[in-house]
């Protein structure tokens, strides 16, 4: 019986399904970035639109960062009124603020950065985007038309580092504001608790001496049972506040996951365009001199920042052991925390 006989794949054979194997990667690869970076930029506008906020809390009136910050006591009220005897009993009231209350800065430090690290990154974006049509402009044919295809899936693989950070920034400025507004919440339900409170504790301070202090001890339970009512509510706000958090976690943790598959886009973009550079051009019909730019540096080297601003050139690639170029440190990991630098 005879067998078909299999011919050995020539060279060029080999060469044109690895091009196009390395040509399905690319285009796939452009599609995840691109649709990264658009579910990025929806994620920033979620937060800074504090969709993420339950029902409840969306319905307050909003608090600042400066909220946080406030030392004032509503049960100072009690002292000024001659009942300060009451204040040990009903101090829980004012538990939930030792715990929310914290520096402002502690907010707005780390957003300042991580917003700082979003415009840098978006300016790196905009001068390669903007110098790659005068860097290629003596370029023709197929090595101009792949260099550009891939500068501008750089740019949008850029641009997502940008909007990440931008978005960690929103998300720590939104959660602060959020804690400050709970609050200004917890504070005015204390202040309405012990507005009831003092008239029922004033009365019996005045009836005092005709009942030998029986009216001051009927008093006591009538208004620590106020407190408890008023702590329950207090509970309800803090109950809305955690489940707004974790709302806020998932839409963080969306934006790290998208931002790991514009990282590895990036890492095969540039996998592919380093190592096929030189004979790409070279099958294109133009010098890998002409290719290699007028100074002889690979124009696919990893994008930098010009230094023309007056401040020294930025480059996104790093020299840690186990990174390549074309990778980029995540702007958001172990560093976001909801309500940073509010838990004194």
Known sequence: MNTPTTHPRTAEELDGSREAQAIGEVEQTVLQIS???????????AIGNKEWLSADLAGEPSGSLDQLGSTTSPLSTLSSAGCDFLTPMISFLEEPLGRLRGEPEGVSGPAGQHDAAARDAGAVAEDFGSSVESETSEWAGAAKDDYLGTATQLVDGVLSIAETAGTNAKAMIAAGEVVAQVVGIVTQLITEAVATIVPIMTRAIAAAPATFGASIAQAIPECVAIAVDYAGRIAGKLGELIASGENLVTLIEGAVGVLKVVREGLTVIGDLAGGDSASSA???GTPVSTV?????VDPLRPLEREASRGEPAKSLETDEPGRGPGEFDDPLEGEWKPVGGVDS
């Open 282 to 284: 070279s099958a294109a």
């Open 35 to 45: 649709a990264a970076l658009a579910e990025l930029r929806l994620t920033r506008d």
């Open 292 to 296: 290699s730019g007028q100074d002889g």
